[in-house]
């Protein structure tokens, strides 16, 4: 056995490993999936220990996720059992009835569909557009018609942009001239307000964010913004499946007011209290009783090192997997010229494709969570070692193989002794570039659920917090940077006849 | 294209392939390996039919032939010791008997044995060449095929490579085949020559007969296109008199 098709063993086994662990652990539990704001967090963290407290089920939290759209793919892909969701969005993205209001009629064919509803929770959770107190006063807006015949800048979030309920029927409605629109991140876009970047965002009316940075709400006088009322929504046949969770968690409707939403949405991004913790008080406070004394100290602490473990495990196995196509992949492509052109031109097109939308096009195929992530960055990966391969073994002399065969060397004593260490630096380089592309796109990994550094990056992001991100983004930035070091050693290595 | 090529080269002599580039003799020079096979006819070396197409066999049949090429074909990231020794790797030989070999070779060849530890990269064009030859001959195989091994290199090493050769060949008593485009040098080191023109023959025979008696108006030109301290040997050849 020679030592790369060892490699290519070990390779696969660990890629068989990898998923055989993953079909193991998603058998026989409920899997909670959330929206990565905050709200999104604190909620779905309601959801998992209400479902806890029954102990019917296993829970499986996959809390924030990426916008609405990659937790409807999942829950199409039956990824998801349960999730936190809003009248509005159901009505707009998956009943493609965005003037649908009706609470009952929402549910009514939202259950056509198949999907079982709880609901109303209690709590509105809609669009307005906020503005500074200062810049308010000074301009005397009230109402959102206040804010025609001036050219404003708003920072607005990608989902109320491109919400049917959301800018376009503002600016059609309201016949505003709007000046610069950009789209942020929700919580950046507060940033940007306080600075002075933007005149106006859009808010989330239970933001916690809104009373804390005093900011004045317009009214929307003309009435456009649709109702977001807070629901449960559940895979088909969920409450039959588990009738004691479902029942437990019909206790929570209508339990959640306007002004308690809000009030939890603070305690987490203003208080800075874990989900775990403020959701089993709140859960105390209304007598379901709380699921497991979870201590919050000691989740803080392993959570490092298993977020480490995470994003080590995406890298390992998406650059195995790599490996295992690219390897025999470029090895086929550089002996035949025409052919090598074609495919180095077909994996290069992956690579054109950003990092998230890749991350996206795999939800279908493979739901959320680890696999779509590996396999989107196996897919980023590949370019890399296959270039490395098809340049190595290419750019070899060609009469070194005359050499080879006069030597009376064998097809395999050419391959190990000649052409192997002859292609080793440019394969080496191929891998190193691959695995640093790997890093950082395994970051972008949390936001389809396969955690990582990620995670704390997208938190902090949802928080607000720079400590938090830079607690995701500096240790990734050293995996990266130890990676190349670690890589380019063995390149030097391998090329010391250069 | 080479086409209707017929040509018998006698064991134990300096024979050159001598032509213009694009002549063809490299490709002559790579039949006798397999390198190359011919499209109809047949190619026997040392009394064995050279088989393309039988992979193993001609493997087997080349470990008798030694192969220099211009700039030495060694492998680059092989050391100078790991070049040398890599036929008698392959082969299998005891560490001893490599040793033993790499001494003997070294001394004979002029290679200096400080040189081992060194990669090809950092080498003079000449001290490549001597290690390649060194190749070679490390399992003394009856048949030397050299093609183009001197051009390339300044002409002091070539003229002391040239000599070196012409002792190793005459002391060897091996078949070597030499390619090259130098007539000064295949007068020099061959016994015979071929001289070849774009794919045939345009004459073989004695290296004296070629350089003094060219058999038709094209080798004429190219004898007399030699080198130009040559000059006064051509005027001779032509029959008119030295200023």
Redesign the interface.
């Known amino acids: 056995m020679t030592r790369a098709s060892f490699a290519l063993g070990i390779a696969f086994a660990a890629i068989a490993a990898a998923l055989g662990c993953q079909r193991a652990q998603q058998q026989p539990a409920i899997r909670v999936a959330s929206l990565r704001d905050v709200e999104g967090q604190v909620l779905g963290e309601l959801l998992a220990q209400v479902v806890e407290s029954t102990g019917e089920a296993r829970v499986e939290r996959r809390l924030g996720l990426g916008g609405s759209g990659v937790v409807f793919a999942a829950f199409h892909a039956g990824e998801v059992d349960l999730v936190p969701q809003y009248s509005g969005t159901l009505a707009e993205e998956l009943l493609r009835e965005p003037a649908l209001t009706d609470f009952p009629t929402i549910r009514l064919k939202v259950e056509g569909l198949g999907y079982e509803v709880l609901g109303p929770l209690g709590f509105n959770n809609t669009y307005g557009i906020g503005v500074k107190r200062e810049v308010a006063e000074r301009f005397g807006l009230r109402r959102i018609s206040d804010l025609r015949g001036r050219p404003w800048r708003a920072g607005l979030t990608p989902e109320f942009r491109d919400a049917v309920t959301g800018l376009g029927a503002m600016v059609s409605t309201y016949r505003l001239a709007l000046g610069d629109v950009r789209t942020m991140e929700h919580a950046l876009s507060y940033v940007a307000l306080a600075r002075g970047d933007v005149d106006f965002v859009d808010v989330y009316t239970t933001d916690a964010t809104i009373r804390a940075r005093d900011l004045v709400v317009l009214e929307d006088d003309l009435d456009v913004f649709v109702r977001y009322e807070g629901l449960v929504l559940a895979r088909s046949g969920f409450a039959r499946r588990y009738p004691r969770s479902w029942a437990a968690l019909g206790q929570l409707v209508g339990r959640l007011s306007d002004s308690t939403m809000t009030r939890l949405n603070g305690e987490f991004e203003i208080a800075r209290r874990s989900p775990s913790s403020l959701a089993a008080d709140f859960l105390a406070s209304i007598g379901i009783a709380r699921s497991t004394a979870r201590s919050e100290v000691a989740a803080d602490e392993t959570q490092w090192l298993r977020l480490t473990l995470e994003h080590v495990g995406l890298v390992a196995v998406s650059l195995a997997m790599a490996l295992a196509i690219g390897l025999p992949l470029g090895w086929w492509a550089s002996q035949r010229p025409a052919v090598a052109k074609t495919v180095l031109s077909l994996v290069g097109v992956i690579q054109t494709i950003p990092g998230i939308a890749l991350l996206c096009f795999f939800i279908p195929l493979f739901g959320v969570g680890w696999e779509p992530a590996v396999y989107a960055l196996a897919a980023y990966a590949l370019l890399p070692v296959v270039q490395g391969v098809v340049t190595g073994l290419t750019q070899i002399d060609a009469?070194?193989r005359?050499?080879a065969?006069?030597?009376?060397?064998?097809?395999r004593?050419r391959r190990r002794?000649?052409e192997l260490?002859?292609a080793a630096p440019a394969l080496i380089a191929g891998i190193r570039v691959a695995a640093v592309i790997n890093v950082g796109t395994a970051a972008l990994a949390a936001l389809v659920g396969a955690g990582g550094y990620g995670t704390l990056i997208v938190t902090g992001l949802a928080l607000n917090d720079w400590r938090v991100v830079m607690l995701g983004a500096l240790p990734s930035a050293g995996m990266a940077v130890l990676i190349h070091a670690l890589f380019a050693a063995l390149e030097s290595r391998a090329s010391?006849?250069? | 294209m080479i086409a209707d090529l017929s040509l018998a080269l006698a064991a134990g002599q300096t024979h050159c392939l001598l032509g213009p580039s694009g002549s063809g003799k490299s490709t002559i020079l790579r039949s006798l390996t397999g390198l190359a096979a011919p499209i109809r006819g047949e190619v026997t070396v040392l009394g064995r039919r050279v088989e393309p197409a039988d992979a193993a066999a001609q493997r087997e049949a080349n470990r008798s032939a030694g192969l220099v090429l211009q700039h030495g074909g060694l492998f680059p990231h092989l050391t100078v010791r790991d070049n040398v020794v890599l036929p008698a790797a392959l082969a299998g030989w005891s560490r001893e008997r490599v040793e033993r070999r790499l001494t003997e070779l070294e001394a004979l060849v002029g290679l200096a044995s400080e040189l081992r530890a060194r990669y090809p990269r950092s080498l003079s064009g000449g001290q490549r060449q001597r290690v390649a030859l060194t190749r070679a001959l490390f399992l003394d195989p009856p048949l030397l095929l050299l093609d183009e091994p001197l051009s390339g290199l300044d002409p002091q090493s070539r003229t002391e490579l040239q000599e070196e050769m012409k002792r190793l060949f005459g002391s060897l008593a091996r078949t070597v085949v030499l390619v090259t485009h130098d007539l000064p040098e295949a007068l020099f080191l061959a016994d015979t020559i071929t001289l070849l023109d774009r794919g045939r023959v345009a004459q073989h025979g004695p290296a004296e007969t070629i350089a003094r008696h060219p058999a038709s108006e094209w080798a004429r030109a190219f004898v007399r296109s030699a080198a130009p301290r040559w000059r006064h040997m051509l005027d001779l050849v032509d029959g008119e008199s030295a200023r």
């Open positions: 009469s070194l005359d050499v065969a006069v030597l009376g060397m064998t097809d004593q002794r000649v260490p002859l010391r006849w250069r």
